[in-house]
């Protein structure tokens, strides 16, 4: 029953009354007064400027290097190459042109009679021969007609090439192959008897 003590207390209070099941007692009664805590006075603190030391900029010295213009040589023309002229194609027959030696890339080449001569009674046979020179040519024949017989024995056409050697001996009606002349030039020979006569001959040339 005795009362407690004044007591001061700072921030909260909390009051609790505990009890059991024995006595009981006519409890209790208190004032209570809360204050304003007094604010304490902050003294500022005045900042103290720190010192800028101003570093003037040195200035890099920049060298001017003159520059030397390199020597352009002179333009070299370029040489000029002369295309030479291509050697127009030929018409030859061996009644016109036979015993010559004619420069072609391309021609026709004929016997030039429709029907060739016999040789004369006083001789058993008669040749005409033209060459053409040109780099490896392609002979085609397009219509042939010489008397026909073994071997060629009488009358024939024979292909020779550069070095003199025989590319073939035809006679007949049949056309013959395809001839190649690989050296600088060929050399057509047309042989007649004094016997049957053929129509003649006729071919395509074209030369590299």
Known sequence: STLPPTASFSGSVTVALHSDEGLEKSGFDLEFRCEEATPVPVTPVPETPVPTTSVPETPIPTTSVPVTPMPV????PEPVVATPEPIPAVALTLRNDGGRTVRATAGRLSDGW???PTAPEDRDWIEWSLTVRGESCVLQFTSFDV???????YDNLEVLGSDGASLGKFCGSSLPPTLMAGGDSFTVVLRSDAGVAGSGFSLDFACL
């Open 73 to 76: 040589p002179p333009a070299t």
């Open 114 to 116: 429709g029907t060739y």
């Open 147 to 153: 008397e026909e017989s073994t071997a060629c024995a």
